[in-house]
């Protein structure tokens, strides 16, 4: 198994992504931004790997590269269509449209040329598990309560108690509140806190996130100084902490 991202108690829980591409670097670039949005994304570099990986487990999504050693992408897209219901966004460095219409055709939910930005993978990647949708483990995920210390967030109700007493929390830090618990002991840097907030059509801006977690901070009576649940991480962003965690 080549898996790209950190090891964590809480990362089964996540939303899994494969890779299956060649390009080691890309493949690492689109770790280090998935990972800080909520996926545990791993990877394999040629086609057979690839059909392997993707009918014998569980995944939210797969990133499939067009041109792949051992099987090309059309192949090992045809052979996961004929075993698995998973969405699947074809990446190719070749931009043509006939490659395009031939992928789509065969089972592809949407197509990237290699020349995408993070936030428009993210988009797109978002943008196609909500259509399918087609990840029941994801979902069911997404509704688990998430138990931080005394703090518990409950996704399926956008409810968060502190010990036996709720919190009062605007949309906007109901969801940085989760988006923290989820990823708890990893940094969620600003831009990516950002992006998940834009994604909610927000009327937000970069420094924003400081003015929320501020608040977050009141409400969870939470000292910035001395945090017990979100901790400042100098030049990179916030992450949350389990307070009854050892140091």
């Not at 040629?46 to 059309?74: Q, S, Y």
Request: aromatic share 4%; glycine share 6%.
């Amino acid at each position: 198994m080549n898996s790209l991202t950190p090891h964590s108690a809480a990362r089964d829980a996540l939303p899994r992504v494969l890779v299956i591409d060649d390009d080691r670097k890309l493949c690492r670039l689109i770790r280090d931004y998935l990972a800080p949005m909520g996926y545990a994304v791993e990877a394999v570099h040629t086609g057979p790997e690839g059909v392997e990986r993707a009918v014998g487990e569980p995944w939210h999504a797969i990133l499939l590269d067009l041109m792949l050693p051992g099987l090309d992408g059309f192949e090992v897209l045809k052979r996961i269509r004929a075993k698995v219901d998973v969405p699947v966004l074809m990446l190719t460095a070749r931009g043509d449209e006939a490659d395009r219409i031939v992928g789509l055709e065969m089972g592809a939910d949407d197509y990237l040329p290699k020349t995408f930005s993070t936030r428009e993978l993210l988009a797109r990647l978002r943008a196609v598990t909500r259509r399918t949708g087609r990840s029941q483990n994801a979902e069911t995920a997404a509704d688990e309560e998430h138990v931080v210390g005394a703090l518990r967030v409950r996704p399926a109700s956008r409810t968060a108690v502190l010990g036996d007493v709720p919190l009062v929390l605007t949309p906007v830090e109901y969801d940085l509140l989760l988006s923290l618990a989820k990823a708890c002991g990893r940094v969620k840097t600003r831009e990516a806190l950002l992006d998940e907030i834009r994604e909610r059509d927000y009327d937000v801006f970069d420094r924003s996130i400081d003015v929320h977690i501020s608040a977050l901070r009141k409400k969870l009576d939470d000292d910035p100084k001395h945090p017990r649940f979100i901790r400042t991480v100098r030049s990179a962003g916030y992450m949350m902490v389990d307070p009854e965690d050892p140091e």
